[in-house]
């Protein structure tokens, strides 16, 4: 399974209401000085800090933190392709979320829903196992979804709420 960029960008585009015109515009804009890889990612926080600055960090830290989960979005959950590397992003991701119910601050960002985009095909692909295992992807992954304006057209992801396993 390939992790398409760019449905994850679309996404944030019409979570922020981005004019048609502008989010083409993006789609197609290459950056001599930025490596292509980044792009996705500066570009989502580029979005937050137009069109819903709060969504970037109240302050300095949760900015930071904001900064480095997009980054880590782009550069680890997007190659999550196989099984291999798609296990670790979801224990990394699982494990920051143990304590917590956001990914970079107590409250949503757009680490949040880039995260949530990228990794969509892969949680819905989870089996009830799978799901609880990563327990806290989960209770965050289910939390975001239920946002309609999060989840948009993409299908809700079915999740027990009693364990299954032991």
Not at 45 to 55: D, G, T
Not at 78 to 88: F, I, L, P, R, Y
Not at 112 to 135: C, R
Not at 147 to 163: A, D, G, M
Request: glycine share 2%.
């Amino acid at each position: 399974m390939v992790i398409d960029v760019k449905q994850s960008l679309s996404s944030l585009y019409r979570y922020f209401n981005v004019p048609k015109e502008f989010s083409a515009q993006l789609s197609s804009m290459k950056l001599p000085h930025l490596n292509s890889e980044n792009l996705p990612g500066w570009t989502a926080l580029a979005l937050s800090r137009k069109y819903a600055k709060k969504l970037a960090g109240h302050n300095v830290e949760d900015a930071a933190f904001v900064r480095q989960w997009v980054e880590y979005a782009v550069t680890q959950g997007v190659h999550a392709d196989d099984s291999t590397s798609s296990s670790q992003v979801l224990k990394e991701v699982n494990k920051a979320l143990a304590d917590q119910s956001y990914i970079a601050a107590n409250y949503l960002t757009v680490a949040d829903l880039f995260l949530f985009y990228v990794l969509h095909p892969i949680v819905a692909s989870m089996t009830f196992y799978e799901k609880e295992k990563y327990i806290n992807l989960s209770r965050w992954f289910d939390h975001l979804q239920l946002e309609p304006n999060i989840r948009q057209t993409r299908p809700l992801v079915t999740f027990s709420r009693t364990l299954l396993y032991s």
